[in-house]
Structure formats: structure tokens, C-alpha cells
């Protein structure tokens, strides 16, 4: 059992964390032995709850400098204008 939590903790966190997000977070939680329908489960719910988590937090991450920035670069870009 705590090798399963182990084991869905990291999906959801791979998920979370944007330079692994779902695209790798999946086949990596698949190879490290989670079956498939969790691994799927934990990545997807480790990506979405990065949206509730940034609205509800968004005033109080902006106090940390460096995400402030990272915040100010995302909506200068050039996608962000079209």
C-alpha cells in the first residue's frame, strides 16, 4: 500500500511540476511499475490542480520575486499578445 502512494505521489508530482507535466509523467510512472488507468489518473490530476492552485494562490505568489517575473515574462510574450 505505501508502495502505491509512493508510487501516485510521484505521477502526481511529475504532473505538477511543468517541465514534466503529462507527456512525461505517464510513461515515467508506468515504468517505475504504477499500472496504467492510475498513472493516467495521478498525472492528469497533478496537471489540472496546478489551475486552482495558481488562482487561489496568485496574490500570495507574487510576493516571491522570481515567479513574479516568471508570471511578468509569460504575459509579455509573443504568444500572449495575439
Given at each position: 500500500?505505501?508502495?502505491?502512494?509512493?508510487?501516485?505521489?510521484?505521477?502526481?508530482?511529475?504532473?505538477?511540476?511543468?517541465?514534466?507535466?503529462?507527456?512525461?509523467?505517464?510513461?515515467?510512472?508506468?515504468?517505475?511499475?504504477?499500472?496504467?488507468?492510475?498513472?493516467?489518473?495521478?498525472?492528469?490530476?497533478?496537471?489540472?490542480?496546478?489551475?486552482?492552485?495558481?488562482?487561489?494562490?496568485?496574490v500570495w505568489l507574487?510576493?516571491?520575486?522570481?515567479?513574479?517575473?516568471?508570471?511578468?515574462?509569460?504575459?509579455?510574450?509573443?504568444?500572449?499578445?495575439?
Open positions: 500500500m505505501l508502495n502505491y502512494i509512493a508510487l501516485a505521489a510521484t505521477a502526481w508530482l511529475m504532473g505538477f511540476t511543468p517541465l514534466f507535466e503529462i507527456y512525461l509523467a505517464v510513461p515515467a510512472s508506468v515504468g517505475l511499475g504504477l499500472d496504467v488507468f492510475s498513472s493516467v489518473f495521478w498525472s492528469w490530476f497533478g496537471s489540472f490542480f496546478v489551475i486552482p492552485f495558481i488562482a487561489y494562490s496568485y507574487t510576493k516571491i520575486n522570481i515567479i513574479n517575473s516568471y508570471f511578468i515574462k509569460m504575459a509579455n510574450s509573443k504568444a500572449s499578445k495575439n
